[in-house]
């Protein structure tokens, strides 16, 4: 799988390694994780599926996007894909910065386009064996003005 | 000519199938055109076109997008990661 979308379960260590920069005083880690309930309704797991070719450059742009806004000096983003099971982690952000403030910044601008513009899908699977697609944010092209 | 397309997320349920080849009339039909015939098999998919996006490719695209015998398209419906 890629370098942004994965198969296997999201590691940490390997991200942070990456990243390592000695002129970062700042490193900020976002999991996003399989909750266990939504709208009342309990889940029991999460299946999830990307547009793989665009997912990746979608998240290397944002990645890109994270240096120069905010002045981050390293960003990674992956999302995994699959079935998963409550508590896994299903989204990693690593930002390192010069201080808090930038890196915390650009790891939630991060995770906020990543939720508008990345094409995953996720499915919800529930106790009595049903199963979801969650409604989402359509998807806008560069040069489009949302509707 | 044929292109082939893959419908995600819960397009596939809506249409019943994930993938399939699409014959097109014309030397250089539209993604516009695409869809309008997708939305004429699908009565399902019309009722959700507002909200579907069009990739060829890595690259999202417009309606007036041309295609290419064998182009690999998707229907992407509204995203939900995280």
């Known amino acids: 799988m890629g370098r942004w979308i994965v198969s296997e379960p999201l590691a940490l260590e390997p991200l942070l390694q990456e990243t390592e920069d000695p002129t970062s005083g700042a490193l900020v880690v976002f999991y996003g994780t399989v909750r266990d309930h939504n709208d009342g309704r309990p ?14 450059k979608v998240l290397a742009e944002i990645e890109q996007e994270t240096l120069a806004k905010f002045g981050a000096r390293r960003c990674r983003i992956q999302h ?14 690593v930002v390192r910065a010069g201080h808090r ?30 199963s979801r697609y969650l409604d989402g944010v359509p998807l806008t092209r560069k040069d489009e003005t949302p509707s | ?9 819960g397009l596939k349920q809506d249409v019943g199938t994930r993938q399939q080849a699409v014959e ?12 309008e015939t997708l939305a004429m098999r699908y ?20 309606p ?13 419906p509204p995203v939900s990661g995280g």
């Open chain 2, 24 to 35: 097109l009339p014309g030397d250089a039909p539209t993604v516009g055109a695409l869809v």
């Open chain 2, 43 to 62: 009565p399902a998919l019309a009722e959700r076109l507002a909200t579907v996006a069009c990739a060829v490719g890595d690259t999202l695209v417009g």
């Open chain 1, 80 to 93: 995994r894909i699959g079935h998963l099971a409550l508590g896994e982690p299903s989204v990693l952000i």
């Open chain 1, 101 to 130: 403030d930038a890196a915390y910044a650009a790891s939630r601008y991060a995770i906020d386009e990543l939720k508008q513009r990345a094409p995953i899908w996720k499915e919800e699977h529930y106790a009595d064996g049903g």
């Open chain 2, 1 to 9: 000519m044929r292109v082939h397309v893959t419908f995600y997320g």
């Open chain 1, 43 to 56: 889940v029991q797991s999460m299946a999830y599926e990307a547009h793989v070719p665009l997912a990746e």
């Open chain 2, 64 to 76: 007036d997008h041309p295609l290419r015998d064998g182009d690999e398209a998707a229907l992407l």
